[in-house]
């Protein structure tokens, strides 16, 4: 089969990832899964393995096919597998866990001791076919497509995570601020509409994504590039702040807005990442605001998110490309030219 895989480490997007025919995989364990891939979204955390920024926490052995935001259809099961059968179609966590560790007795995917991370420790989705578990796959209701609700896996969920820690936090009428409404901002801005009753404040540098939140039900937008932000909010929310910020870009700039921006006792949530936090101690003290990471999510939230979907509460504005363009996207990515999502669908 086909199969998009990186062989080493750099910062040039144009050639990144090399096209190869590899091995197609079978259900050999007795809980395995085979998908055949419909769909892949492209994630910048895609690019960021790309880079090696990753090598430091996750082991990786190259090559290796990248890809962790796949959906499909079940082609083949181990035989005690009995969630899914041949034919299904399917979602895939990207994490595939053990069952058995303390962290997965609690529910805490994301913490499994003895995990497996499609398309970042293990070969992942830019090919035909797909190795996972029955642990990670979740049925699609009928007719949802697999191609479209692929990004969910990743983007999509992490999206809910941080927006279903923000709303129990949340009071009608209170501010919730998104920042950046690209491939993950726009799904947790809907998330936060569907979910509470906050008032909902939209930044971006791009007028294009402020036009795309203000389809979505943002009640207010920022350019940060002809605003004040923080005058703004705190306009906007009446002297008070803002009780939650998702901040799905992560760089300086962004991370340095929560002493202005955050409300007394609320919560900056890192989504995005690739910048660093340079605030003060007394920032915190003062504020006595919080910042909190964001990491994918569980499983069960994968299959609440995929309920919203199915409800037509949570749409994605994606572009599909073929896993021939897959630089391309790579490098449009990079450049910031992608509204949305890319998904990466096979030959």
């Not at 203000?214 to 009640?219: H, I, P, T, V």
Request: net charge negative; glycine share 10%; charged share 25%.
């Amino acid at each position: 089969m086909h199969a998009a895989r990186l062989h080493e480490y750099t910062e040039d997007m144009t050639e990144a990832l090399s096209i190869d025919e590899v091995d197609r995989p079978s259900a050999e364990g007795p809980h395995d899964v085979i998908v055949e891939v419909e769909g892949a979204g492209w994630c910048q955390t895609d690019n960021h393995i790309i880079e090696g920024m990753w090598a430091e926490y996750a082991p990786q052995e190259l090559p290796m096919t990248l890809g962790h935001e796949n959906a499909g259809v079940v082609s083949e099961v181990g035989d005690e597998v009995s969630t899914v059968e041949v034919g299904d179609p399917v979602i895939c966590h990207p994490v595939q866990t053990c069952g058995t560790c303390r962290p997965c007795r609690l529910g805490e995917d994301m913490y499994c001791e003895n995990d497996k991370f499609n398309g970042l420790t293990t070969d992942g989705g830019f090919a035909e076919y797909l190795h996972t578990s029955d642990r990670a796959v979740i049925p699609l209701p009928e007719g949802v497509d697999p191609t479209d609700i692929a990004p969910h896996a990743d983007a999509g969920i992490t999206a809910y995570h941080a927006a279903k820690k923000a709303v129990t936090e949340l009071n009608p009428g209170d501010t919730a601020v998104v920042i950046g409404v690209g491939g993950l901002g726009h799904i947790g801005l809907q998330c936060l509409r569907a979910m509470s009753a906050a008032d909902v404040v939209a930044v971006d540098l791009k007028e294009s994504a402020l036009d795309l939140a203000r389809d979505l039900g943002a009640d207010e937008t920022v350019n940060p590039e002809s605003a004040d932000v923080a005058a703004e909010i705190e306009d906007f929310s009446n002297g008070v702040g803002a009780q939650q910020v998702l901040d799905f870009v992560g760089r300086d700039e962004t991370t340095a807005l929560a002493p202005e921006i955050t409300a007394a006792g609320g919560d900056h949530h890192i989504i995005g990442y690739g910048g660093h936090i340079h605030e003060p101690a007394q920032a915190l003290v003062n504020g006595e605001f919080s910042y909190k990471g964001t990491l994918v999510g569980q499983y069960t939230e994968l299959q609440e998110l995929v309920a919203l979907v199915d409800r037509g509460d949570v749409s994605l504005h994606t572009e599909r490309y073929d896993l021939a363009d897959i630089n391309i996207v790579a490098e449009r990515l990079e450049h910031g030219e992608i509204d949305g999502r890319a998904v990466v669908t096979p030959p």
